[in-house]
């Protein structure tokens, strides 16, 4: 059947050369896998161990599996109601039972005898409280003419291979194709230099092939999988080493401040102490700016830790130099509330050429699209004459039109809301060189994924927050107390009577442009307890019986509780689809103190700072992701007074949902929040090219597990591409580098 000559069969073959039309069609249509190098690198999920049967107690109910047991009972009989013949198999572990039903198959029964062990693969459902496989595939162990050949001798060794597979492809028909093809492999190229290889006792690529698919031995198993892992973070580090030299290979205009410009006048006129780690952080910088070639640095810091002085400073050094610094925000609010904040801080030094302004001063201009005509045409002007040496704005900023007369440092704040394209977008509006890039992330990563996800950044942290910070205390509120609750405004009553202000956040806004304004009937209850119409006839508020009900909406809310628990106080709402020139005059004016109580979507999530908020409500906190509710915390706290988060949710006691509200609840860590959002989005989704549709790179290594590998695959790579930037030396290294795919990192940062 097959028609390559064994010796050819390499990872790039087709399985339909090897294997055949028809099983090589069954492969790439089911699982997806069209080469050699697919199948072989369709890694077991598992092994079974001669002689060890699966617990069965863990079978879940809906997954599709195989187990390796042994028959307990075998009873068939004709069915009464209707014709045919049913055959009911139990297979047992030793202590736990399953039952497989066939249907009109009573042949089987000559040999599924009492006492025979096998593999049976199906989907388990229930069936009158017994879990079961219906009409199971399997195969029957054994030395006597019953048994099936190759998977006995898949057991020459203690160990045999289990697969993902699917009820059309069970695991010992992938067993069998791997089979075949490891046995016209001949040797392969591996993309692991040999030198390395022996120096750190990894296997060659064919060996760990055979090692994964046939171990003998667990041994086995760990050499192979300890070299895949191995493999795959450095052939990630390698192409990140290559970015990385690609920039230091171009050119840029260095920046240096002047020891009598803007940046030491604003730093004279500063309002508080920069903490070690700004001072550090901007001499880092300083000295980034001051190089031939552009720098590519990754700013991450707690929320709160004070970034955008960092920023500031960098783009005042730029200034000074006689360049143009551009902050480009991911929403228009932060990027007004920038325009704001820069503008105030820099006092006079922002009103060149204005009555009163400093001399040696600049223009701080603002772009976003909302803008009318009119101001965007002169804001156009000033930015391409220079005029202006700091541009705040949204995505307008990447616009064709927008040109500078010397960009010479671009600022991304949040980064994770903007696409690797929009930041090249940006940075191509350099005349003579690319700009320095400066991006800030808004919440801080685990070191493992910097090294993964930005790992062609250099990074810098921001560990510590500003001196006399107040602590935030965070409590999670279930509607279903409604003491609880009402104690909640009466919290928010106490803070504005004291002069402070509050956040109630809402995760849906509830107009018109909502799908299905519909209230569910669940709801309906909450919001009843709200308007304080107390407890509804035992009815518990919640979930509606089916589905997950909407979410509290913002503009209902809103009205309810000016009429209701926080009548007398002054509530406005803020949200996504008001006009640019609404959220800016209700930003300025909660920021000015005139609105007590700001009922918002998550538009204040990131970058909102106004110091004397001091209390959030978050309604439906459950809707939210854990570094979003730490990003919508990082909201309070931000001046000295102490800050309090209630997350109200009618997620059940013990639910996962819940479980994530408590884990916000007990720190305020946001590296650990991080870690801990990272692992409930599973391994997978961290670089997760699945829903592109293309594989992921990473399938043994984990970002989380396996920070040792990743640091010293790291270095090793960072070492090999100095020596030989564009491998020449290491083709097969080269070819999987390249292969690699663009942009595994978008992908993490578009779900973030
Ligand atoms: P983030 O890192 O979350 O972007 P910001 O840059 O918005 O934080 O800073 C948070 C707040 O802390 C701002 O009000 C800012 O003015 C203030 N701040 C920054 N640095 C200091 C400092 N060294 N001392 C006191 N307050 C500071
Ligand atoms: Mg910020």
């Given at each position: 059947?097959?028609?390559?000559?064994?010796?050819?069969?390499?990872?790039?073959?087709?399985?339909?050369?090897?294997?055949?039309?028809?099983?090589?069609?069954?492969?790439?249509?089911?699982?997806?896998?069209?080469?050699?190098?697919?199948?072989?690198?369709?890694?077991?999920?598992?092994?079974?161990?001669?002689?060890?049967?699966?617990?069965?107690?863990?079978?879940?109910?809906?997954?599709?599996?195989?187990?390796?047991?042994?028959?307990?009972?075998?009873?068939?009989?004709?069915?009464?109601?209707?014709?045919?013949?049913?055959?009911?198999?139990?297979?047992?572990?030793?202590?736990?039972?399953?039952?497989?039903?066939?249907?009109?198959?009573?042949?089987?029964?000559?040999?599924?005898?009492v006492?025979?062990?096998?593999?049976?693969?199906?989907?388990?459902?229930?069936?009158?409280?017994?879990?079961?496989?219906?009409?199971?595939?399997?195969?029957?162990?054994?030395?006597?003419?019953?048994?099936?050949?190759?998977?006995v001798?898949?057991?020459?060794?203690?160990?045999?291979?289990?697969?993902?597979?699917?009820?059309?492809?069970?695991?010992?028909?992938?067993?069998?194709?791997?089979?075949?093809?490891?046995?016209?492999?001949?040797?392969?190229?591996?993309?692991?230099?040999?030198e390395?290889?022996?120096?750190?006792?990894?296997?060659?690529?064919?060996?760990?092939?055979?090692?994964?698919?046939?171990?003998?031995?667990?041994?086995?198993?760990?050499?192979?999988?300890?070299?895949?892992?191995?493999?795959?973070?450095?052939?990630?580090?390698?192409?990140?080493?290559?970015?990385?030299?690609?920039?230091?290979?171009?050119?840029?205009?260095?920046?240096?401040?002047?020891?009598?410009g803007?940046?030491?006048?604003?730093?004279?006129?500063?309002?508080?102490?920069?903490?070690?780690?700004?001072?550090?952080?901007?001499?880092?910088?300083a000295?980034?700016?001051?190089?031939?070639?552009?720098?590519?640095?990754?700013?991450?810091?707690?929320?709160?830790?004070?970034?955008?002085?960092?920023?500031?400073?960098a783009?005042?050094?730029?200034?000074?130099?006689?360049?143009?610094?551009?902050?480009?925000?991911?929403?228009?609010?932060?990027?007004?509330?920038?325009?704001?904040?820069?503008?105030?801080?820099l006092?006079?030094?922002?009103?060149?050429?204005?009555?009163?302004?400093?001399?040696?001063?600049?223009?701080?201009?603002?772009?976003?699209?909302?803008?009318?005509?009119?101001?965007?045409?002169?804001?156009?002007?000033?930015?391409?004459?220079?005029?202006?040496?700091?541009?705040?704005?949204?995505?307008?900023?990447?616009?064709?039109?927008?040109?500078?007369?010397?960009?010479?440092?671009?600022?991304?704040?949040?980064?994770?809301?903007f696409?690797?394209?929009?930041?090249?977008?940006?940075?191509?509006?350099g005349?003579?060189?690319?700009?320095?890039?400066?991006?800030?992330?808004?919440?801080p990563?685990?070191?493992?994924?910097?090294?993964?996800v930005?790992?062609?950044?250099?990074?810098?942290?921001?560990?510590?927050?500003?001196?006399?910070?107040?602590?935030?205390?965070?409590?999670v509120?279930?509607?279903?107390?409604?003491?609880?609750?009402?104690?909640?405004w009466?919290?928010?009553?106490?803070?504005?009577?004291?002069?402070?202000?509050?956040?109630?956040?809402?995760?849906?806004?509830?107009d018109?442009?909502?799908?299905?304004?519909?209230?569910?009937?669940?709801?309906?209850?909450?919001?009843?307890?709200?308007?304080?119409?107390?407890?509804?006839?035992?009815?518990?508020?919640?979930?509606?019986?089916?589905?997950?009900?909407?979410p509290?909406?913002?503009?209902?809310?809103?009205?309810?509780?000016s009429?209701?628990?926080?009548?007398?106080?002054?509530?406005?709402?803020?949200?996504?689809?008001?006009?640019?020139?609404?959220?800016?005059?209700?930003?300025?004016?909660?920021?000015?103190?005139?609105?007590?109580?700001?009922?918002?979507?998550?538009?204040?999530?990131?970058?909102?700072?106004?110091?004397?908020?001091?209390?959030?409500?978050?309604?439906?906190?459950?809707?939210?992701?854990?570094?979003?509710?730490?990003?919508?915390?990082?909201?309070?706290g931000?001046?000295?007074?102490?800050?309090?988060?209630?997350?109200?949710?009618?997620?059940?006691?013990?639910?996962?949902?819940?479980?994530?509200l408590?884990?916000?609840?007990?720190?305020?860590?946001?590296?650990?929040?991080?870690?801990?959002?990272?692992?409930?989005?599973?391994?997978?989704?961290?670089?997760?090219?699945?829903?592109?549709?293309?594989r992921?790179?990473?399938?043994?290594?984990?970002?989380?597990?396996?920070?040792?590998?990743?640091?010293?695959?790291?270095?090793?790579?960072?070492?090999?591409?100095?020596?030989?930037?564009?491998?020449?030396?290491?083709?097969?290294?080269?070819?999987?580098?390249?292969?690699?795919?663009?942009?595994?990192?978008?992908?993490?940062?578009?779900?973030?």
């Amino acid at each position: 059947m097959a028609q390559v000559h064994p010796q050819d069969v390499t990872v790039s073959t087709r399985l339909t050369d090897v294997l055949g039309r028809r099983m090589g069609s069954l492969l790439i249509e089911k699982l997806n896998l069209a080469t050699v190098g697919d199948l072989l690198r369709h890694y077991p999920r598992r092994y079974v161990q001669r002689g060890e049967l699966t617990n069965l107690d863990e079978l879940v109910p809906g997954e599709d599996v195989t187990v390796m047991a042994e028959i307990a009972g075998v009873t068939g009989r004709r069915m009464r109601r209707r014709s045919g013949h049913i055959l009911e198999v139990v297979v047992t572990d030793g202590r736990g039972r399953l039952s497989l039903t066939f249907f009109n198959q009573p042949w089987r029964e000559r040999y599924l005898q009492v006492g025979r062990r096998g593999l049976f693969a199906g989907r388990v459902d229930t069936y009158r409280g017994k879990r079961q496989l219906a009409h199971p595939d399997f195969v029957l162990l054994g030395d006597d003419a019953d048994a099936d050949d190759e998977v006995v001798e898949a057991f020459a060794g203690e160990l045999m291979a289990i697969y993902p597979a699917t009820a059309q492809v069970a695991t010992w028909t992938i067993a069998r194709c791997v089979r075949r093809v490891l046995d016209g492999l001949g040797e392969l190229p591996d993309p692991l230099p040999e030198e390395l290889r022996r120096r750190r006792g990894l296997l060659s690529l064919r060996d760990a092939f055979v090692a994964v698919h046939r171990p003998r031995t667990w041994d086995d198993v760990r050499a192979a999988r300890e070299r895949f892992r191995f493999e795959e973070a450095f052939v990630l580090q390698v192409e990140l080493a290559r970015r990385r030299s690609a920039t230091r290979a171009l050119p840029a205009k260095p920046r240096v401040a002047r020891p009598d410009g803007l940046l030491a006048a604003f730093d004279r006129q500063l309002p508080f102490e920069l903490t070690d780690g700004q001072r550090a952080v901007g001499e880092t910088i300083a000295a980034d700016l001051a190089r031939d070639h552009p720098m590519q640095r990754l700013l991450q810091g707690e929320v709160g830790s004070g970034k955008t002085i960092c920023a500031l400073r960098a783009m005042l050094t730029v200034v000074d130099a006689g360049g143009q610094a551009a902050l480009l925000a991911p929403t228009e609010v932060l990027a007004q509330q920038h325009h704001r904040s820069i503008t105030a801080l820099l006092g006079p030094l922002a009103e060149r050429g204005m009555l009163g302004g400093a001399e040696h001063g600049t223009r701080v201009a603002l772009l976003t699209g909302g803008q009318s005509t009119a101001a965007r045409r002169k804001t156009l002007l000033d930015i391409a004459s220079g005029e202006a040496g700091i541009v705040v704005g949204t995505h307008a900023l990447l616009e064709e039109k927008v040109t500078f007369a010397d960009l010479g440092l671009v600022v991304i704040d949040e980064q994770h809301r903007f696409g690797v394209e929009q930041r090249a977008a940006l940075v191509a509006k350099g005349r003579e060189a690319p700009p320095h890039v400066l991006v800030m992330t808004a919440t801080p990563i685990p070191r493992t994924v910097a090294m993964t996800v930005f790992g062609d950044l250099e990074v810098s942290s921001l560990t510590e927050l500003p001196k006399g910070r107040a602590p935030i205390r965070t409590v999670v509120v279930p509607v279903s107390k409604p003491a609880w609750l009402a104690r909640v405004w009466e919290r928010v009553r106490e803070e504005v009577a004291q002069g402070r202000q509050a956040y109630v956040v809402c995760p849906r806004i509830g107009d018109d442009e909502d799908d299905g304004t519909e209230q569910p009937q669940g709801r309906a209850s909450v919001l009843e307890l709200l308007r304080g119409a107390g407890s509804t006839n035992g009815q518990p508020a919640g979930r509606a019986s089916s589905g997950r009900p909407e979410p509290v909406s913002l503009l209902e809310l809103a009205t309810i509780l000016s009429e209701g628990p926080l009548a007398g106080l002054t509530v406005e709402v803020l949200h996504g689809r008001q006009p640019p020139e609404t959220k800016d005059a209700v930003m300025r004016r909660f920021a000015a103190g005139e609105i007590d109580v700001l009922v918002a979507t998550t538009v204040i999530e990131v970058g909102v700072d106004v110091p004397n908020a001091s209390v959030m409500v978050i309604m439906d906190a459950d809707w939210f992701g854990v570094s979003q509710l730490h990003q919508l915390r990082g909201r309070i706290g931000r001046g000295k007074h102490p800050g309090l988060c209630l997350l109200v949710t009618d997620a059940a006691d013990g639910s996962p949902a819940r479980a994530r509200l408590d884990a916000v609840a007990s720190t305020t860590d946001g590296f650990e929040l991080s870690r801990l959002d990272l692992e409930q989005r599973r391994e997978g989704d961290v670089l997760g090219a699945a829903q592109s549709g293309r594989r992921s790179s990473l399938r043994m290594l984990s970002v989380i597990r396996d920070e040792r590998v990743i640091a010293d695959a790291r270095a090793e790579a960072a070492a090999l591409v100095a020596e030989d930037p564009e491998l020449v030396r290491h083709p097969a290294l080269r070819q999987v580098v390249d292969a690699l795919g663009s942009d595994a990192r978008a992908d993490y940062l578009e779900k973030t």
